[in-house]
């Protein structure tokens, strides 16, 4: 059974400041990794891919892959209330991505 | 109409009710996918269609039946259903060569079973 972890937090930031999201995974064959965030009420929408170890930036937004680590995170910089979401790590499989149970963010103005 | 479409938005069945959800994608992908969401819980795959042919079930109940007549068009078809198969039903679509660009999904479906 893949599995995907992530703290479900709620985890809170202050405007401005970085937030960290966090996800280790189990399958060491894995090589595709996105985050999505989800809105109350709405779907999920994709934000960030990463393929290789590193950093990879769009924005406000590094994902960060460590594969010997299996571990992959989200930062986003200079955190806005609109940020306010559910971000979920999903991971590659066969036929089918795996999906984390989500981290709460709240961005506090 | 862009992107992937799921209607009806709501819906509440009682348990003897037959019903389906509809999912409609206008990406040119050919793969699809039915997810299940439910509360503090991953996203559950359910179903996955790969060129309109069905590539895995994920163990689920046969109350829950899957239709891909084309590669644009999925359906759930729902009967005698449970009341902890209330949820999110979420449908995703993708290119089935290239999964590892991520999935786009329609707004989803929330069932709620009385």
């Known amino acids: 059974q893949k599995e995907v972890e992530q703290n479900s937090g709620p985890l809170s930031v202050p405007e401005g400041a970085i937030a960290s999201l966090n996800c280790t995974y189990s399958d060491r064959g894995s090589q595709s990794f996105f985050w999505y965030r989800q809105y109350s009420g709405k779907s999920p929408e994709l934000i960030m891919s990463i393929y290789s170890n590193g950093d990879k930036e769009d924005g406000r937004f590094t994902a960060q892959l460590n594969k010997a680590s299996q571990y992959v995170s989200l930062l986003i910089r200079d955190s806005q209330p609109s940020d306010s979401a559910t971000y979920l790590c999903a991971v590659e499989g066969a036929n089918n991505l795996f999906f984390g149970t989500g981290t709460r963010l709240t961005v506090i103005p | 109409e862009t992107g992937v479409t799921q209607t009806p938005r709501h819906l509440v069945m009682g348990m003897t009710n037959k019903k389906s959800l509809k999912c409609e994608q206008h990406?040119?992908?050919?793969?699809m996918y039915w997810y299940k969401q439910s509360a503090k819980k991953p996203l559950e795959l359910m179903f996955v269609?790969?060129?309109?042919?069905?590539?895995e079930n994920n163990s689920v109940p046969s109350r829950f039946s899957p239709e891909c007549p084309n590669s644009s068009h999925l359906f759930l078809h729902l009967h005698t259903l449970q009341p902890e198969d209330s949820a999110l039903y979420l449908c995703?679509?993708?290119?089935?060569?290239?999964?590892?660009?991520?999935?786009?999904f329609g707004s989803g479906t929330r069932l709620t079973v009385v």
């Open positions: 990406l040119g992908h050919n793969a």
């Open positions: 269609y790969s060129l309109e042919e069905r590539v």
């Open positions: 995703a679509s993708s290119y089935s060569d290239r999964a590892n660009y991520g999935y786009t």
